[in-house]
């Protein structure tokens, strides 16, 4: 693998413009080298903004053609099993939006492969490792918040912020 990594996103949806594009197009690792989209002109627009040399309608192609290293599976939850598999099977390391499959099966399915191929394959879902989470979790475990029925959280975040404006 080169030294920054050649990154596809599949999906053109706000979370891929207010999160995924900006935070690839800002990390020093990571160079976004195509994007893809049902709608070509919203993909177009995407890679536009964020200075993306590839767009494509079909993910097939830019799975072929697009000389990726990894990919980003950003598309609506029934298409995530086949667009992660087709990845897989060309040795591409996948980050998939949750939910990661539809079932317990397909998530197997997509881990062996991965493992087959000796590449990874993730998930957005790190809200769960939270200091904030894991404090609450271990209240409800050790019987102090007793049986939660309902439960509300907000979280205020900067999502897609310059990397360069961040503190250390």
């Known amino acids: 693998?080169?030294?920054?990594?050649?990154?596809?996103?599949?999906g053109t949806s706000r979370i891929v413009e207010n999160l995924h594009l900006p935070g690839l197009a800002?990390?020093?690792?990571?160079?976004?080298t195509a994007v893809c989209g049902r709608n070509q002109e919203r993909a177009g627009e995407l890679a536009g903004k964020f200075d993306i040399p590839k767009v494509y309608?079909?993910?097939r192609k830019m799975i072929e053609e697009g000389e990726l290293e990894a990919v980003i599976v950003a598309t609506p939850d029934d298409l995530h099993h086949s667009m992660?598999?087709?990845a897989?099977?060309?040795g591409m390391h996948v980050v998939c939006e949750k939910p990661l499959a539809l079932n317990v099966a397909q998530a197997q399915e997509m881990c062996e492969k991965a493992e087959e191929k000796g590449v990874k394959n993730m998930a957005f879902f790190t809200n769960r490792w939270s200091p904030q989470r894991r404090y609450l979790r271990e209240m409800i475990d050790e019987g102090y918040v007793g049986r939660c029925l309902d439960a509300h959280f907000y979280l205020f975040a900067g999502f897609g912020r310059d990397l360069?404006?961040?503190?250390p």
Request: proline share 7%; charged share 25%; aromatic share 4%.
């Open 1 to 10: 693998m080169s030294e920054r990594v050649r990154v596809g996103v599949i």
């Open 26 to 32: 800002n990390h020093p690792g990571a160079e976004l």
């Open 57 to 59: 309608a079909d993910y």
């Open 84 to 86: 992660v598999m087709e």
């Open 88 to 90: 897989l099977d060309v």
């Open 164 to 167: 360069a404006t961040l503190p």
